[in-house]
């Protein structure tokens, strides 16, 4: 039997249905996702970004934390691979590949991305080394990810927090600690990264949720309150008229 090829092909599939935000998540294998449309940010969890738009290729190393936020939603092809230690130095980091894609890497995207039959042999083995050879040519024209500021991660995982769990978000303080972070310091860098204060942001956040459910259900003012996290219609109110000049009734005529 000829040598073993670097990768296995372990999965493959498209994903047609436009996206706007997976959390964050991990594989046992090495994924690669195709960006034929859309547009985005993947933060990792040991801060690495890739700022990825349409043509664009990502590479994730097994077992690494990471999520997929669009600005521009958009489609993906997704290719899963088993590859053995000792690992490439290449493949221990999240990778980006900027498009668009040689041709004939685009069609074993493709082909891996879809449906495999049940095989065996030498039938497998030939698999297998296409699995190889899209990793290899894609590593072959990747760029390594931007390390980013801890700060600025930190900030921007505060930021995506408080815009999860804004209705029942307590003390910052807490928020801060479940960060691993003091709070003066979780303070400073939001305002550094974000240009605004933890609380401005959490109100924000608040009051835009507060318009949607007045412009598009028939919500009383004091159910909207209690969903947006605020104690009554009264003080909804009032940080309505601040954030946008005018009070509730006026977004619902």
């Not at 073993?4 to 493959?12: E, S």
């Not at 859309?38 to 590479?59: H, M, N, Y």
């Not at 493709?110 to 296409?130: F, K, S």
């Amino acid at each position: 039997m000829p040598r073993q090829p670097l990768a296995a092909h372990v999965t493959g599939f498209p994903i047609p249905k436009p996206q706007r935000h997976l959390g964050m998540h991990r594989h046992a294998e090495v994924e690669i996702v195709h960006h034929p449309a859309g547009s985005g940010v993947s933060l990792a969890a040991d801060g690495q970004e890739l700022a990825f738009a349409a043509g664009d290729t990502c590479i994730y190393p097994a077992r690494l934390r990471h999520d997929r936020r669009f600005a521009t939603p958009g489609s993906s092809l997704v290719v899963r691979l088993r590859v053995d230690p000792p690992l490439p130095v290449e493949i221990r980091r999240a990778r980006l590949v900027r498009g668009p894609l040689p041709a004939w890497l685009l069609e074993l995207v493709r082909e891996l991305a879809g449906p495999q039959p049940a095989m065996d042999g030498y039938a497998r083995l030939a698999l297998d080394h296409r699995a190889s050879a899209l990793l290899c040519g894609l590593l072959a024209h990747a760029q390594p990810a931007r390390e980013r500021d801890p700060d600025e991660a930190l900030a921007e995982r505060a930021a995506r927090l408080i815009a999860e769990r804004f209705a029942d978000i307590g003390r910052l303080s807490a928020l801060a600690g479940e960060l691993g972070s003091d709070y003066d310091h979780l303070r400073r860098a939001f305002v550094r990264h974000r240009g605004m204060t933890l609380i401005a942001w959490l109100t924000s956040v608040r009051a835009r949720r507060a318009q949607e459910l007045l412009a598009s259900s028939r919500l009383t003012h004091a159910e909207i309150a209690r969903q947006c996290g605020y104690a009554n219609a009264r003080y909804l109110n009032r940080i309505f008229r601040k954030q946008f000049g005018s009070a509730p009734g006026a977004v619902r005529r």
